[in-house]
C-alpha cells in the first residue's frame, strides 16, 4: 500500500456548505477570504465554488485541489483554517466535507452510510454509466472537434479529446445524471433519505 505523503497524488477536498438564506453574502465574503488564505499554502492547485440555484436552501459545493494528501492535510491542520471556521458557524447550518480517495468522488456525488463514510453505486452501475456518458461525449467530441484536429500529430489530437470529454464528464454530464438516477445508483441511500421524511 502507498503511503500518502509528499509523493502522493493530487487530492480533491469536496465541501458541501447549506448557508443560511439571510447570511449569504457575509459567507460569500467569507468564501473570498478563506480561498485567499489556502492560495498562501504550499500544494494549492485551485478551488472552485458551485452556488446554489434555489435561493430557498442555499447549498454551495467548494472543489478544493491540492498536489498531495501531506499539503491539504497541512492546510486543514493549520490554524488559519481552524480560525475560518469558527468564523463560518453563525452562517453555516450544515456542513459535509470528503476527500477523494479513489476517484469516484470527481464524477460521483456519493451519499454518505450510516457509519459516516461514502458508500458507492454498485461496480456494474459505475460501469453502465461510463458507457452511457462516455460513448455520447465521443461522438460529440469526434463532430465537434474533428475540423480542428485535422492535421495534428494522432497524439496531439488524442490528448485534446480526452481533455474535451474529461471536462464535461466532471461538469455537468456526471453530477447531473447522479443526481437523476439517484435512485438506481444508491437505492439504500433513497429508502433512508424516504424514511426520515416520514
Same mark, same amino acid.
Given at each position: ?12 477536498? +469536496?465541501?458541501?456548505?447549506? +448557508? ?43 472543489? +478544493? ?5 501531506? /499539503?491539504? =492535510? ?5 490554524? +488559519? ?12 447550518? =450544515?456542513?459535509?466535507?470528503? /476527500? ?24 456494474? =452501475? ?71 421524511? =416520514?
Amino acid at each position: 500500500m502507498q503511503k500518502l505523503g509528499q509523493h502522493s497524488d493530487p487530492i480533491t477536498l +469536496v465541501i458541501s456548505e447549506v +448557508v443560511e438564506p439571510h447570511l449569504i453574502e457575509e459567507y460569500e465574503t467569507w468564501t473570498k477570504g478563506i480561498n485567499q488564505s489556502a492560495q498562501q499554502f504550499e500544494g494549492f492547485m485551485g478551488v472552485e465554488v458551485i452556488r446554489p440555484r434555489d435561493h430557498q436552501y442555499p447549498e454551495y459545493v467548494v472543489i +478544493v485541489k491540492f498536489d498531495n494528501y501531506a /499539503h491539504c =492535510k497541512n492546510w486543514l491542520a493549520s490554524p +488559519v483554517y481552524q480560525q475560518w471556521m469558527q468564523r463560518s458557524e453563525e452562517f453555516i447550518s =450544515k456542513r459535509s466535507q470528503q /476527500h477523494q480517495q479513489n476517484g469516484l468522488e470527481l464524477w460521483f456525488t456519493l451519499p454518505k452510510s450510516k457509519s459516516g463514510n461514502p458508500t458507492e453505486p454498485a461496480y456494474y =452501475k459505475q460501469v453502465i454509466i461510463g458507457v452511457i456518458t462516455v460513448y455520447p461525449l465521443i461522438l460529440l467530441s469526434n463532430l465537434l472537434l474533428a475540423p480542428f484536429l485535422q492535421g495534428l500529430p494522432p497524439l496531439l489530437s488524442l490528448l485534446i479529446s480526452v481533455t474535451f470529454i474529461s471536462a464535461l464528464l466532471s461538469y455537468p454530464v456526471m453530477p447531473f445524471l447522479t443526481k437523476i438516477l439517484a435512485f438506481w445508483l444508491y437505492p439504500s441511500s433513497q429508502k433512508r433519505a424516504r424514511k426520515k421524511r =416520514k
